[in-house]
């Protein structure tokens, strides 16, 4: 099914530590921090029950990791920088020896 809509003990299943269907809530209704916004997961209504579109909860894991990779960039500068300035520093050190 190319819509397929899971529910929220579903969601938590697809997910390696498979979080509670109380955290796919609260990820809904409330979000995670992610810079200065949050990232909400998606969802549908469907008379009383609450779904997460299997689509959704992909886009929602791709964008907390480009979050966290965006913090992580933000913080500690570009890894392949860092690389490149530690090669060079140790370069450097082995010239002086």
């Known amino acids: 099914m190319q819509n397929e809509l899971l529910s929220l003990s579903e ?3 697809r997910l390696p530590h498979r979080p509670a269907p109380s ?3 609260r990820w809904i209704r409330q979000g995670i921090p992610a ?3 949050r990232i909400y997961l998606r969802y549908v209504r469907i008379g009383r ?3 997460v579109p299997a689509e ?3 886009e929602f894991v791709e964008q907390m990791t480009l979050a966290d990779k ?3 960039a933000e913080r500690y500068g570009d890894p392949a920088r860092r ?3 530690i090669a060079a520093a140790e370069r450097s050190v082995m010239g002086r020896e």
């Open 11 to 13: 969601a938590g299943k």
């Open 23 to 25: 955290t796919i809530w």
């Open 56 to 58: 959704a909860l992909e």
């Open 49 to 51: 029950r609450v779904f």
């Open 35 to 37: 810079g200065n916004e």
């Open 83 to 85: 690389e490149a300035d």
């Open 70 to 72: 965006e913090a992580a």
